[in-house]
């Protein structure tokens, strides 16, 4: 038998004990049996039991004192679990509270800031259109100060360009000027050599044909017919030298009155004169003076050159037609006409004035911006004031007439430049078909 001091808990396996235990003190207990349980099985050479397979198993414990133990150490548990559960809830309590109170303070401090933030972008607003004014006015200021002195420097800079461009585009044309005069004047010297041979061939030519008379006429026209008549004309009249120039101021007179513009002409047959389209195309001109207004003829008709215009100034040739013819006289005669298709290099004459030939560049932009094959640019040697219609005569030593008419002078000036004329053997065709007919000839 065992002492009586032992509680003994029987135990079988059939119905497990722990679905009995509740709490933390039966717990505990139960755990204490199994820590027995286990020092007892392994005891060795203990009594010996039957298999737990044949019989209940029976186990005695002397547990009193582990179970109070164990009973003492739940309750301290449960206690300081208590303590610990009152603290949590303290704790938890005290949490709360300051979380109401953070999320209170950080309502009030989010509050805050969104009117700070609205305080600011009002200010960071007005700041920056009292800026942007500024600024605005600040940069068109300065970019009309820049505009202004960027004007100033484009302009200074223009007319420095302009004065550098001017001047060189005024000394490439001075050169190009004096190349171009040069290289004319050197063509027109090789080209005069070469035709004063080729007239010289000519006369030869003709000197041959002269055997025959019939000949001789056959290839004269009807210009150079008519200078032999005036050579002939002069000569049986007893002039036997001739030393003015075939020219006469007249003055043109409309019904009567005298015409306040003055134009000189040529005499150039006993009924006629030549002179500019300009001095007839807007008068009525009926009667003309002659030899110093000494000889009044009266106008049959008036021959302007079909395709004269004023605007430009082309074919600027007429003719006036007298009623009767003029008697010859020592100094009132027709001129006869040049009738070479090549200038003369020398020996121009205007009333007594040497004229001289120049390069056809240094008319252009003066009168003319390009000089047609039928005009000729001239400068006289004496300076003087120039008529419409003024003759510009040739002197050849070769003929009894020496004066030839060369051109006529189409427009007035009395500035020393070079100026345009016409050349009337342009137009020997036209003068002859009305002053030479060919039934006269």
Same mark, same amino acid.
């Given at each position: 038998?065992?002492?009586?001091?032992?509680?003994?808990?029987?135990?079988?396996?059939?119905?497990?004990?722990?679905?009995?235990?509740?709490?933390?003190?039966?717990?505990?207990?139960?755990?204490?049996?199994?820590?027995?349980?286990?020092?007892?099985?392994?005891?060795?050479?203990?009594n010996q039991e039957p298999s737990l397979d044949d019989v209940p198993l029976s186990i005695y414990v002397d547990a009193s004192k582990e179970i109070d133990y164990f009973i003492s150490l739940a309750k301290s548990i449960d206690e300081k679990?208590?303590?610990? &559960?009152?603290?949590?809830?303290?704790? %938890? /309590? =005290? *949490? $709360?509270? #300051? !979380?109401?109170? @953070? +999320?209170?303070?950080?309502?009030?401090?989010v509050k805050e800031t969104q009117r700070l933030n609205e305080r600011m972008s009002a200010v960071v607003k007005a700041?920056? &259109?009292?800026?942007?004014?500024?600024? %605005? /006015? =600040? *940069? $068109?200021? #300065? !970019?009309?100060? @820049? +505009?202004e002195r960027m004007?100033?420097?484009?302009?200074?800079?223009?007319?420095?360009?302009?004065?550098?461009?001017?001047?060189?585009?005024k000394a490439t044309e001075e050169r190009w000027n004096e190349r171009l005069s040069a290289e004319v004047k050197a063509t027109e010297e090789r080209w005069t050599e070469k035709m004063s041979i080729l007239e010289n061939k000519f006369k030869n030519l003709s000197n041959q044909l002269t055997k025959s008379?019939?000949?001789?006429?056959?290839?004269?026209?009807?210009?150079?017919?008519?200078?032999?008549?005036?050579?002939?004309?002069?000569?049986?009249?007893?002039?036997?030298?001739?030393?003015?120039?075939?020219?006469?101021?007249?003055?043109?007179?409309?019904?009567?009155?005298?015409?306040?513009?003055l134009c000189y002409f040529a005499l150039i047959?006993?009924?006629?004169?030549?002179?500019?389209?300009?001095?007839?195309?807007?008068?009525?001109?009926?009667?003309?003076?002659?030899?110093?207004?000494?000889v009044l003829k009266k106008v049959k008709a008036i021959h302007i050159h079909p395709e004269f215009s004023i605007n430009p100034a082309l074919n600027n040739i007429g003719l006036i037609e007298m009623n009767s013819e003029v008697e010859y006289t020592f100094d009132l005669y027709p001129a006869c006409m040049y009738t070479s298709a090549f200038n003369p290099k020398s020996g121009l004459m205007e009333r007594g004035t040497k004229v001289q030939i120049v390069a056809d560049s240094e008319c252009l932009n003066k009168h003319t911006t390009q000089l047609l094959p039928n005009q000729m640019c001239v400068k006289s040697l004496t300076h003087n004031c120039r008529?419409?219609?003024?003759?510009?005569?040739?002197?050849?030593?070769e003929t009894f007439s020496k004066h030839q008419l060369v051109g006529i002078i189409g427009k007035r000036s009395c500035i020393d430049e070079p100026y345009v004329i016409t050349n009337v053997f342009a137009y020997l065709d036209f003068i002859e078909s009305i002053v030479w007919p060919k039934k006269e000839n």
């Open positions: 038998m065992r002492s009586a001091s032992y509680t003994i808990y029987k135990l079988r396996t059939a119905k497990p004990i722990w679905l009995k235990i509740e709490n933390c003190e039966k717990k505990m207990v139960f755990i204490a049996l199994i820590v027995a349980l286990l020092q007892a099985a392994s005891t060795e050479g203990s679990q208590r303590i610990l &559960e009152e603290a949590l809830a303290r704790l %938890s /309590a =005290e *949490v $709360k509270a #300051t !979380e109401e109170r @953070w +999320n209170e303070r950080l309502s009030a401090e700041t920056e &259109e009292r800026w942007n004014e500024s600024v %605005s /006015a =600040e *940069v $068109k200021a #300065t !970019e009309e100060r @820049w +505009n004007s100033v420097v484009v302009k200074a800079t223009e007319e420095r360009w302009n004065e550098s461009v001017s001047a060189e585009v008379p019939d000949i001789a006429t056959l290839h004269k026209r009807p210009a150079e017919l008519a200078c032999e008549k005036i050579t002939s004309k002069l000569q049986s009249i007893g002039v036997t030298s001739i030393t003015d120039v075939a020219v006469h101021l007249g003055a043109f007179t409309e019904g009567g009155f005298k015409l306040w513009e047959d006993t009924r006629f004169v030549l002179t500019a389209a300009d001095c007839l195309s807007s008068h009525n001109v009926t009667t003309l003076e002659l030899n110093l207004y000494i008529q419409k219609g003024e003759p510009i005569f040739v002197l050849n030593e």
